[in-house]
């Protein structure tokens, strides 16, 4: 459906009564905690002071009628239900006290059949045979119950005059009070028809309302006075405990958050200060991991960019030393400095999101055993051995490149971190509509303490490395970066002086028997 702009005076309108808005909420934006808590307050205690001014004293006189009519109806449905009913003069008698009602049936005649007064100047009972034949035959053409209003100056004591008498005397009657008059007809079981007369007085609210006023002022004074304190109250308990959290928060920048102790319980502040004490520690730990990386990194890239630069000294002195043993330290220092550099640029690049995965179908189970054959030289040189166990081969759906990267880092973790033995075991087992890879080794495992920090960037384990090569603390983080963007389930399992293994799961596109080239790992 296509939306239907609107006028361009509108659109004008509206813009400029959102101005109009955010202009009037602009002071309330920069009010404290305290002077909002005051401010609410007193627009709530408005409010209520708005709703019992207009239903206690402006709707007042209507919400009587209501309650007039409603007592009216009531009367006339038991009336009509007991219209057979022998003893139904005692009914009448009893509904006219007791709901405060005139009652008179009569016939089509107009003959008066029963009578029931709760006061003397009642309006039906004053009624001329005229004028119940007049309102007999209107209520014959009309169903339910016909509704009058009467003034009541024409009835009872008209000779009353306030200006004979002295000092405070009530007024004269001046025709304010009413009556209101229900009639319906109703049918009788032998099919004679009854008319039913009822009349109740509505009597003028006037000095109700005053004492309704009076109350309201005194009420209206103190809830704003009550509204007053009890806002302070509030404010100062709920904005001490804030001003104390935000007083220590100011040292987070430095790795330290130590609010004071407030004797308010409040669970939320708690919950706030305890966020906040756990995100100074993790920034100690940022910083301790940050001053370690930059460290490792210094050392890392001083002992080859030192090679490179003594090497190449001697080579443009001594023509003797221009020999390819030379050129060789020289490049494989080059590659050393380039797979630190390029563990960073993973990192950063995991961190930013700029690294787009490209999920394809592909072979896993021949990428694992392409990579492993990579190893081989390491293997046989170094005397560490790579065992790959898996009975299908399997085709998943993923980004052959990084689930590769994965790989890599997940072996030279393993490698680095291995035990006496210098094994490291892959294995590929088929879970439900997924693959799961997991990578082995012997060390010396993890500490319980330590496992919730591995994925950290910058983190390294504190155990001796089995390799001479010392990594960055980034593979782990690049690892756990790719397996997110992948939205994929991974994690670790290790304890003390049983080894590591890390593992991770991908959607299965096809599973097919083991291919000979699978097998040569």
Known sequence: MKKT??????????QTAR?????????????GIRSRVFVYFLLFTAALLVLLWVFQIALLSDFYSMQKTGILNATMDTLNGNIDNEDLQLLADRLSETNDVCVLI????????????STRDSVIHHMSPMDLDRYIQVSRTQSGTLYRIFNMGGFGKSTYDENRFSGPVPPADDGRSRSMVAIRAVQTSDGEMRYVFLSALITPVDATVQTLRSQYLFIAVLMVVLSFLLSLVLSRRIAKPIIHTSDAAKGLPEGRFDPKPSN??????????????QAARDLRRVEEMQRELIANISHDLRTPLTLIEGYAEAMRDLPGENTPQNMQVIIEEAKRLTSLVNAVLDYSACRNGSSAVDPKPYNLTGSIVQILKRYRKLTELDGYH????????????????????????LVNNALTYTGANQTV???QTVVNTRVRVEVKDTGEGI??????????????????????????????????GILDSHQVPYGVESAAGTGTTFWFELPIEKIEPLRAEDTDA
Not at 386 to 404: K, N, P
Request: charged share 25%.
């Open 5 to 14: 702009e609107l006028p361009a005076e509108k659109r004008v309108f509206q």
């Open 19 to 31: 101005a109009l808005w955010r202009r009037a909420c602009a002071p309330m934006n920069r009010l």
């Open 106 to 117: 009569v016939n089509e005649r107009g003959d008066k059949l029963i009578s029931a007064e």
């Open 264 to 277: 308010v319980s409040y669970r939320e502040i708690y919950q706030l200060n305890a966020t906040l004490t």
């Open 386 to 409: 790579i065992h790959f166990h898996s009975v299908q081969s399997v085709t998943v759906l993923a980004d052959e490149m990084r689930i590769g990267q994965v790989i890599y880092n």
């Open 425 to 427: 075991t892959v294995v």
């Open 447 to 480: 500490d319980a303490q330590e496992l919730p920090y591995i994925w950290s960037r910058y983190y390294r384990g504190h155990k001796p490395h089995k390799r001479p090569t010392v990594g960055t603390g980034l593979g782990l983080s690049i690892v756990k």
